[in-house]
């Protein structure tokens, strides 16, 4: 199962050019401050499609960086589709799937795998 979730993954971003990881081993130190304000200003440009990935499942503070707080991803046939900024912006963030910004993330089958 976890080789086709990898395939699955790999084949979702294929079609993205860049692809662009801000990570560090401590937290605290800015990780998604610099990924919200690296995020518009990347979309500044109308001719570019921009794509926020928030993965901190101990305290997604995207959301509220972006003001984004108490919006809902929606789910279709294609997945889940982001929270927009702007036009050019999407948001991503399991703090979207959460009915609680300080509820422990557990998930299982459909939700885990979508």
């Known amino acids: 199962s976890s080789l086709l979730d990898v395939e699955f ?3 979702k971003l294929s079609n993205v ?4 990881l801000v990570l560090s081993g401590k937290g605290g130190v800015g990780k998604s401050t610099f990924s919200s304000q690296l995020s518009l200003s ?3 440009s109308d001719a570019s499609e921009v794509g926020l990935l ?5 305290g997604p503070s995207v959301p509220k960086m972006m003001g984004l707080e108490g919006e809902e991803v929606h789910q279709s046939n294609n997945g889940w589709s982001p929270v927009y900024v702007q036009d050019n912006l999407g948001v991503m963030s399991i703090g979207f799937m959460l009915p609680n910004p300080d509820d422990a993330v557990v998930w299982r089958g459909p939700r885990k795998n979508a």
Do not use: E, S, V
């Not at 050019?17 to 662009?20: M, Q």
């Not at 928030?54 to 101990?58: E, F, M, R, T, V």
């Open 54 to 58: 928030d993965i901190d499942i101990c």
């Open 42 to 44: 990347l979309a500044r």
């Open 17 to 20: 050019k860049h692809k662009i």
């Open 9 to 11: 993954i790999r084949a």
